[in-house]
T-cell receptor, first 113, second 110 residues
Framework: EPEVTQTPSHQVTQMGQEVILRCVPI?????FYWYRQILGQKVEFLVSFYNNEISEKSEIFDDQFSVERPDGSNFTLKIRSTKLEDSAMYFC???????????FGDGTRLSIL | RKEVEQDPGPFNVPEGATVAFNCTYS??????FFWYRQDCRKEPKLLMSVYSSGNEDGRFTAQLNRASQYISLLIRDSKLSDSATYLC???????????FGQGTELSVKP
């Protein structure tokens, strides 16, 4: 069964450094998403991406965050200057049609020191 | 009021038990409804979509009541492998963000 893949599985970064989280969505999918989950809390939406542009973003997704689809397969989330509170699991998701369920990657654990 | 609210749990049940999870959502414009399960520190995995007429998948039955803004999940004959956190999830529009409840933890004991 096709799956969403994310790299790295765990990223440890010093506060203030830039970090890029990578995702390869399922190949025929058109809608892409990033979510995060702080330890012990619920999953929160960050951003959705369709047709090479952001379609929606949350309050969490401020100027420090950006997304990119640099080629036909990768979908990246960049955090420019990380803060301690950015420590969380980051999940990428994709779906093929607008009314279909989203499928999640196994996440990147981001630890900011 | 939280956008999606679930039973706080945890639920501890013996194998073979029937267990029901309840969920309410605040936005009457919500269009899509799902149950996901999440194992400890893993990604959410789709369990089932929830349709207005109610739907069943093996031991799992989901119900939606739009008038009451209420969603339920029933698990029959629970197995040890059903132990996980069950996430109630809604979406306001097609292609849009998923809004997660905080989850209800289920522990099935031998």
């Amino acid at each position: 069964e096709p799956e969403v893949t994310q790299t790295p599985s765990h990223q440890v970064t010093q506060m203030g450094q830039e970090v890029i989280l990578r995702c390869v969505p399922i190949s025929n999918h058109l809608y892409f998403y990033w979510y995060r989950q702080i330890l012990g809390q619920k999953v929160e939406f960050l951003v959705s991406f369709y047709n090479n542009e952001i379609s929606e973003k949350s309050e969490i997704f401020d100027d420090q965050f950006s997304v990119e689809r640099p080629d036909g397969s990768n979908f990246t989330l960049k955090i420019r200057s990380t803060k301690l509170e950015d420590s969380a699991m980051y999940f990428c998701a994709s779906s093929d049609l607008s009314n279909q369920p989203q499928h999640f990657g196994d996440g990147t654990r981001l630890s900011i020191l | 009021r939280k956008e999606v609210e679930q039973d706080p749990g945890p639920f501890n049940v013996p194998e073979g038990a029937t267990v029901a999870f309840n969920c309410t959502y605040s936005n009457s414009a919500s269009q899509s409804f799902f149950w996901y399960r999440q194992d400890c520190r893993k990604e959410p995995k789709l369990l089932m979509s929830v349709y207005s007429s109610g739907n069943e998948d093996g031991r799992f039955t989901a119900q939606l009541n739009r008038a009451s803004q209420y969603i339920s999940l029933l698990i029959r004959d629970s197995k040890l492998s059903d132990s996980a956190t069950y996430l109630c999830v809604v979406s306001y529009n097609q292609g849009g963000k998923l809004i997660f409840g905080q989850g209800t933890e289920l522990s099935v004991k031998p």
